[in-house]
């Protein structure tokens, strides 16, 4: 049996990032406060609690002085005052794409544009871009465009993580009722790579071991991909989740993750697939 790990698998530069400022943190400070969690991913979550980090659910409940952790998702202009205001030691692990899509959606409502979004209603990213302007329209299907009326001058951006052929049917529709439409691409580059290696494993692998927590709205949609091109695709967490009926007659292993998956957690699902296979070769990197 033949395994083939995507290149892009896991953790992408802006989850590594407030993952790794997490840790430093807690080395230098003792603790690090959060408002929710820094990525979906209860095995990071878990050990991030062992080292310091604590979520809580206002900034009333950071202690003045110590540091708050703002998350890779981007944070509501709103809590950047309060925790200015409260002089909270404030560590800033937003993603520096996220940051980037902040600043292109002021910069199309400062043109006098309506403001569409597309993504996932009450994620923690699409929160932290919605909030940058004044009633912007969050949707995240072709049905939520449809129900739209005509509109004159509207500006489009969307959540970093979106499926491009989703994007894609929704600015189909908005084409019929947008008079003037302006359409910024803010998929970030590590999910645009991630997405275009699972389609081709899909096409190339037997089966497909899609890695990543189902909180996770990119590991969700890694596995909807895989899935369409390849129904023996399977999404786990952990080594628990792998049956091994799923690799009988099975040739070739495709392996990839989302990018909030910690590279502890596929490391030991490659090994304990090796072991399922008896594969003694090193596994193949899917550039």
Known sequence: MKIIVAKDAGYCFGVR??????YKTTKEHGDVY????????ENVVEDLEKSGTKVVDSLDQVPTGKPLLLRAHGTEPSIWEQARKKKLNIIDATCPLVTEIHEEVRRLEKDGRQIIIIGD???????GISTQ???????????EAIKLKKMKRVGV????TQMIENIQNIISVLLTKVSDLHFVNTICFPT????????RLAQTADILIIIGSFTSANSKRLTQLALERNPNSYQVTDVDDIQNEWFTNVGT??????ASTP???IQDIIQHVKKIGNVIDKEIIYE
């Open 157 to 160: 951006v969307s959540q970093s």
């Open 17 to 22: 990032h407030a993952v790794d400022q997490a």
């Open 192 to 199: 645009k790579r991630n997405h275009e290696q699972i389609k």
């Open 263 to 265: 590279d502890n957690v």
């Open 121 to 127: 209603h009450g994620h923690d990213e699409i929160v």
């Open 34 to 41: 959060m408002l929710g969690h820094i990525v979906h991913n």
């Open 253 to 258: 292993v495709g392996i990839s993750a989302g």
């Open 133 to 143: 302007v004044q009633n912007p329209i969050i949707i995240s299907n072709t049905e």
